[in-house]
């Protein structure tokens, strides 16, 4: 199986609902493959794709490769999934489709959680105990969305 086939058998499957491919991988196990398919996208509200949308897409995508030279005779297993909250934030987009949610960011040997308020090219306002603070993203180490399992109804009503 090639890779970058099978990339670019999926990428316009992707792109017709509304994904982008953030990660193919293909991992051999036994006599079978498993095709890890990771998407990203926008969604109707700008902060990620719908389930319907990745489950759209995996059917289309499982039916491309089933008639497609590029995974040749081989059996595979097909999974296709978003990039989770547990992936660390790497990209402007990936800031912006996590606009008010909270995050953990690594700058150099300080370490500030805050919620995402904007984002632009360069840089992430984020709030910080009642005050917002602008971090340009080439100061950024590492972000991540930390996990918020009470979140209050007017944390939701503000965004």
Do not use: C
């Not at 999926?10 to 991988?25: K, M, N, Q, V």
């Not at 547990?86 to 040997?109: I, M, Q, Y």
């Amino acid at each position: 199986m090639q890779e970058s086939q099978i990339a670019a058998l999926i990428e316009p499957i992707l792109s017709a609902h509304g994904l982008e491919l953030d990660r193919l991988d293909v991992t051999p196990i036994g006599k079978r493959s498993v095709l890890r398919v990771t998407v990203d996208g926008d969604g109707p509200d700008g902060n990620g794709p719908l389930l319907d949308d990745i489950a759209q897409a995996s059917s289309a995508i499982s039916e491309a490769l089933d008639v497609s030279p590029a995974v040749g005779k081989a059996p595979y297993t097909l999974e296709v999934s978003t990039r989770g909250v547990s992936k660390p934030l790497t990209e402007p987009k990936h800031f912006r489709r996590n606009a008010g949610r909270l995050v953990k960011l690594w700058l150099g040997d300080d370490q500030v959680t805050g919620r995402i308020r904007s984002v632009t090219d360069e840089a992430v306002t984020i709030e910080v105990d009642g005050a917002e603070r602008e971090v340009p993203l080439a100061e950024i180490d590492k972000a991540v969305v930390q996990v918020e399992m009470n979140r209050s109804f007017e944390d939701e009503e503000e965004n």
